[in-house]
């Protein structure tokens, strides 16, 4: 285990076995459609690329690169496009795919947006939910954990750009990012 980490909440098996069973969900939900899939750069992409390879149907890939936390503890409440999707957004359905809902601002700008493009439909599926961090009225359709109210990293989260390669989601030491 990586030496700034306090403990596992979620080991990698565990994390193979939700996606394993999200994408049975998803593959049913979008059998005979082409959605498309939509990962939140960057803390979506260990997820988006497993949870993917578990969807048996037809389906496109794109990316959006949104940040709000600037490498910051919490979030700026302002969401910034760094990079948009190369696709036309308008009549498709879209699969939006996070690792993490907090405060839910990320989400509720994203689908604000996608409405704003005149999607046909919109759907959400997060690796974790952190119910207690939510200040925006945001809900994903999908979610594979709770977590608690901790500062969680590895597979895609960060911190200050770090852990995002640790293949479990483990809670920080708090010695590491100042806390107590
Ligand atoms: C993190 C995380 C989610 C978002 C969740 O992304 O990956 O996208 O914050 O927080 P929220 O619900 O409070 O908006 P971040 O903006 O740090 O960018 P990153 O994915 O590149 O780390
Ligand atoms: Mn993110
Ligand atoms: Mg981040």
């Known amino acids: 285990m990586n030496n700034d980490i306090k403990k596992i909440l979620i080991t ?29 750069l960057k803390g979506a992409l260990p997820f988006m690329s497993d949870i993917l390879r578990s969807i048996h149907t037809y389906l496109e890939m794109d990316f959006m690169d949104v940040s709000s936390y600037d490498g910051q503890m919490r979030s700026s409440g302002e969401v910034k496009i760094v990079k948009d999707l190369d696709t036309k957004v308008e009549g498709r359905d879209l699969l939006i795919i996070e690792d ?10 994203l689908v604000d947006l996608f409405k704003y493009r005149k999607a046909n439909s919109i ?28 500062f969680v990293v590895g597979y895609g989260l960060d911190y200050a750009e770090k852990y995002r390669n640790l293949p479990y989601i483990g809670v920080l030491k708090p010695e590491i990012y100042g806390g107590t």
Do not use: M, W
């Open 12 to 40: 990698e098996e565990q994390i193979a076995a939700k996606c394993a069973e999200l994408g049975r969900t998803l593959t049913e939900e979008y059998d005979g459609r082409f959605p498309l899939a939509v990962g939140v």
């Open 100 to 109: 993490i809902i907090d405060s839910g601002l990320t989400l509720s700008y």
């Open 123 to 150: 759907k959400i599926v997060s690796l974790l939910d952190k119910p207690d961090g939510r200040t925006s009225h945001i809900k994903a359709d999908i979610v594979g954990f709770d977590v608690p109210n901790e």
